[in-house]
């Protein structure tokens, strides 16, 4: 039986402050960054994490937050030199580091190039001053003009821009003009999401008002509009790319059910493994506060098996993402469980249509992509 693919996820917890919206595990400054200690229990972990994947190669690093540009372009060096230690890399293997335009200039842009970075993802989220504000974002709009341009300048030819829409007041104007902005720059890759608001959150606890869902699905059909005009494609709910080798590989790992290794204080990971003939897929997590993380870096807080109807829910969850869809062939590939297992549901919202296929695929359609989250509770154990 074939390995999916393996990509590494890295996580630095530390914010310059925590945005109101944010439901990550991330801490906000109280006292300067101990990168040194952290990196020593990074590398302590990626050490035991290699062993759990023996003769893997590794297609994509992605080092997330928190804050990763907080960091100083030495200390990422350090990691990825020792990672590529502990692990095979893939020759075009990619490597992403997720900035925020507050917390880096141009010199780090460079330094992070250096380092073996080669890809970018940043945080801008709006344009707009005022609704920065209202998100909590310690930059402003010029900050994200000038991390755009030293993005560039220093040599990245993958990058992508991070963008919300759906904000606080937001009318439809204003969030086209995000995106008209956001496009001028011709990004290769454009993450544009609507803002949710999650339990554990300060927005949760005194919830601003929002966009009702008409106004939402205004925004929805001008901004699909305005990112095919810019020349960027959708590949998947949020994610447009100007082609496919712009395309995020780490995030359509994540996508395809492929496995990932984990590192860093409430990092998630996934492995499958065979045993006696049959494919397991095992979930773990490491423990979230940075403190008990840097003492004791390989301790799991979860680590547990997927059943049958989990691996079935959990498959559709991240697959009918896609535009794309998935085939009954990587179903199977990625689960070890027989694709008749679905079949029926399948045409039972098919024949709502939800989806749609072919010979070879199985996707959303226009309408089943509206109704997502109804679409995959199709799929509950």
């Known amino acids: 039986m074939r390995q999916p693919p393996l990509g590494l996820y890295v996580h630095i917890p530390w914010c310059t402050r925590k945005c109101p919206y944010c439901d990550f595990n991330s801490h906000s400054l109280s006292a300067a960054i101990p990168e040194n200690d952290y990196l020593h229990a990074l590398l302590e972990d990626a050490a035991a994490e290699a062993e759990h994947f023996p003769e893997r190669v590794l297609r994509s690093i992605f080092i997330g937050g928190g804050t990763p540009s907080l960091f100083s372009g030495e200390v990422i060096a350090r990691l990825l030199d020792r990672l590529a230690q502990q692990f095979q890399f893939a020759d075009d293997i990619e490597i ?46 010029a900050d994200a003009d000038a991390a755009i341009e030293a993005i560039k300048a220093a040599g990245f030819s993958r990058w992508n821009i991070d963008l919300m829409h759906g904000l606080p007041g937001q009318q439809e104007s204003e969030a086209m003009h995000d995106l008209e902005r956001a496009l001028s720059y011709h990004p290769p890759h454009l993450s544009w999401y609507q803002l949710t608001i999650e339990p554990n959150t300060r927005f ?17 059909a001008a901004g699909l509009h305005a990112l095919l005009s810019g020349g960027l494609h959708q590949y998947e709910v949020s994610a447009f790319a100007s082609s496919v080798q712009q395309q995020c590989r780490h995030n359509e790992n994540y996508w395809k059910f492929g496995d990932y290794a984990a590192l860093g204080a409430g990092a998630h990971g996934k492995r499958t493994r065979f045993a006696n003939g049959k494919l397991h897929v095992e979930r773990y997590a490491k423990q979230r506060q940075p403190a008990s993380y840097m003492r004791e870096p390989l301790r799991r807080v979860a680590n547990n098996t997927l059943e049958h ?72 154990p």
């Open 309 to 380: 109807n989990d691996l079935v829910f959990e498959f559709m969850l991240n697959a009918l993402r896609l535009n794309k869809g998935f085939s009954y062939e990587l179903f199977e590939e990625r689960t070890g469980v027989g694709a008749q297992t679905i079949v029926e549901r399948v045409r039972r919202l098919q024949r709502r249509g939800l989806l749609e296929q072919d010979s070879s695929m199985v996707r959303a359609s226009e309408l089943g992509r509206l109704y997502l989250n109804d679409v995959v509770a199709e799929f509950l």
């Open 204 to 220: 949760y606890s005194a919830p601003p008002t929002l966009p009702d869902d008409n106004e939402l699905a205004d925004i929805q």
């Open 96 to 141: 992403t580091l997720e900035a925020n335009p507050g917390s880096s200039d141009a010199a780090r842009f460079a330094a992070y190039r250096n380092a073996g970075v080669n890809r970018i993802s940043l945080g801008v989220q709006s344009f707009d001053d005022d609704a920065l504000v209202k998100l909590g974002r310690v930059h402003c709009a």
